[in-house]
Nanobody, 123 residues
Framework: QVQLVESGGGLVQAGGSLRLSCAASGRTESIYSMAWFRQPPGKERDFVAVTSWSAGNTYYADAVKGRFTISRDNAKNTGYLQMNNLKTEDTAVYYC????????????????WGQGTQVTVSS
């Protein structure tokens, strides 16, 4: 089993930045990919970004490409999501997810999830 704990959410003005962290514990050697999803109020949970845990290959949703950067620190078993030039439409609960399988944008491919962290962007 892998446990994931997100941190770093908060309230920020449009145009600002936040960095989310996802600390992994347990059988971290099982992680092949780590992703971020987000769920705006009253909407579905959507893919944001994913990285392969060892090689660092990345893939982004079009809505965040060029503004968000996903990364990981294997030594610390921690993943990150740097979010710049935030927009009001980025307001959501952000979830970290991990999988022993190859990188995917599909929610059902991820069996390990964090509890989520709220990001609110004000105008």
């Amino acid at each position: 089993q892998v446990q994931l704990v997100e941190s770093g959410g908060g309230l920020v003005q449009a145009g600002g930045s936040l960095r989310l962290s996802c600390a992994a514990s347990g059988r971290t050697e099982s992680i092949y990919s780590m992703a971020w999803f987000r769920q705006p109020p009253g909407k579905e949970r959507d893919f944001v970004a994913v990285t392969s845990w060892s090689a660092g290959n990345t893939y982004y949703a079009d809505a965040v490409k060029g503004r968000f950067t996903i990364s990981r620190d294997n030594a610390k078993n921690t993943g990150y999501l740097q979010m710049n030039n935030l927009k009001t439409e980025d307001t959501a609960v952000y979830y970290c997810a991990a999988s022993p399988g190859t990188i995917s944008t599909t929610r059902r491919e991820y069996g390990w999830w964090g509890q989520g962290t709220q990001v609110t962007v004000s105008s």
